[in-house]
């Protein structure tokens, strides 16, 4: 048996409505040439004939009738398909996946929890991970991306929100040890840092040039760990704003003393392209906006 080819059946059912080639034509505007070969095609793949030709047009076969009463069955759930597929791109159910840098990942609860509110049967999977996972893995459908903006020409990307870090200590460390007053001072004291993974971020290379081995006691490869170990009274080290404004037992470091700026941080909201219709994305991107433009330096 020849390849069916779908767009025929769709051809004989209008000439089997039509009667005749010529208005089956007139509704496909087309000529009656193409019907013909569209009908020829269908009959030649499934070795039946489907219509008796004569000069006052095409009548049906058994095998045409049967043709013409199942194919309205058919079409109708071609439509149906179609109405469902398109449905999705603005449906609010089922899942939406999101990966997230770690550190940022606890800030998303309050807009995650009202995007839920609003849209109660979708069900939210966060991946945290600071590996960036491609949009075109399929993996997740929505990423947020700390640093510059991202360029690749297949995602959009919106800002959500900018964060600041500086360095901080905590009250008991300061009792116990003061602050560094100049850059000579700095190995006299406890840091906390990330690892080799984040020397590239000018914030972090800056002091840790300035540091011997001796003076960072304690690393990680968390922005996360490293906060918890300032709070904590171990030593001084990188804490956001948005940390340090829930723990006033913190004191920040002048900026000026260390040599370096504060760091400023950007959050960006990406997907593919292929998803801009969809609403799900869309309304997430919106959520995190709203319900992170209060945090922004």
């Given at each position: 048996?020849?390849?069916?080819?779908?767009?025929d059946?769709?051809?004989?059912?209008?000439?089997?409505?039509?009667?005749?080639?010529?208005?089956?034509?007139?509704?496909?505007?087309?000529?009656?040439?193409?019907?013909?070969?569209?009908?020829?095609?269908?009959?030649?793949?499934?070795?039946?004939?489907?219509?008796?030709?004569?000069?006052?047009?095409?009548?049906?076969?058994?095998?045409g009738?049967?043709?013409?009463?199942?194919?309205?069955?058919?079409?109708?759930?071609?439509?149906?398909?179609?109405?469902?597929?398109?449905?999705?791109?603005?449906?609010?159910?089922?899942?939406?996946?999101?990966?997230?840098?770690?550190?940022?990942?606890?800030?998303?609860?309050?807009?995650?929890?009202?995007?839920?509110?609003?849209?109660?049967?979708?069900?939210i999977e966060l991946?945290?991970?600071?590996?960036?996972?491609p949009?075109?893995?399929?993996?997740?459908?929505?990423?947020?991306?700390?640093?510059?903006?991202?360029?690749?020409?297949?995602?959009?990307?919106?800002?959500?929100?900018?964060?600041?870090?500086?360095?901080?200590?905590?009250q008991?460390?300061v009792?116990?040890?003061?602050?560094?007053?100049?850059?000579?001072?700095m190995?006299?004291?406890?840091?906390l840092?990330?690892?080799?993974?984040?020397?590239?971020?000018?914030?972090?290379?800056?002091?840790?040039?300035?540091?011997?081995?001796?003076?960072?006691?304690?690393?990680?490869?968390?922005?996360?760990?490293?906060?918890?170990?300032?709070?904590?009274?171990?030593?001084?080290?990188?804490?956001?704003?948005i940390?340090?404004?829930?723990?006033?037992?913190?004191?920040?470091?002048?900026?000026s003393?260390?040599?370096t700026?504060?760091?400023?941080?950007?959050?960006w909201?990406?997907?593919?392209?292929?998803?801009?219709?969809n609403?799900?994305?869309?309304?997430?991107?919106?959520?995190?906006?709203?319900?992170?433009?209060?945090l922004?330096?």
């Open positions: 048996m020849q390849k069916l080819n779908w767009d059946f769709r051809v004989a059912h209008i000439v089997a409505k039509a009667g005749s080639l010529a208005k089956a034509a007139q509704v496909l505007q087309c000529n009656h040439t193409t019907v013909l070969r569209h009908i020829n095609r269908l009959e030649e793949a499934l070795n039946v004939k489907l219509f008796i030709r004569h000069q006052r047009g095409y009548k049906l076969t058994d095998a009738y049967i043709l013409s009463d199942t194919l309205p069955d058919i079409d109708a759930q071609f439509v149906a398909l179609e109405d469902k597929l398109q449905s999705v791109q603005q449906d609010f159910s089922g899942k939406i996946r999101i990966t997230t840098v770690t550190s940022y990942s606890s800030l998303l609860a309050p807009a995650m929890q009202a995007f839920r509110q609003q849209y109660p049967k979708v069900r991946l945290a991970t600071d590996e960036v996972i949009a075109q893995s399929g993996v997740v459908h929505v990423a947020l991306r700390a640093g510059p903006k991202p360029q690749d020409p297949d995602l959009i990307v919106r800002h959500v929100v900018s964060l600041k870090m500086a360095y901080y200590a905590s008991s460390y009792d116990a040890l003061g602050l560094p007053e100049s850059e000579a001072q190995n006299e004291h406890q840091w840092m990330p690892d080799k993974s984040k020397y590239h971020i000018p914030f972090i290379h800056q002091v840790i040039k300035r540091l011997s081995n001796e003076s960072i006691v304690y690393s990680s490869n968390q922005f996360l760990d490293i906060q918890s170990a300032v709070i904590s009274g171990m030593g001084i080290g990188p804490v956001s704003e940390e340090a404004n829930k723990h006033p037992d913190l004191i920040k470091l002048d900026s003393t260390l040599f700026t504060d760091y400023i941080g950007s959050l909201y990406t997907y593919h392209k292929d998803l801009k219709e609403a799900k994305v869309k309304a997430l991107c919106e959520f995190l906006i709203d319900h992170t433009r209060h922004s330096v």
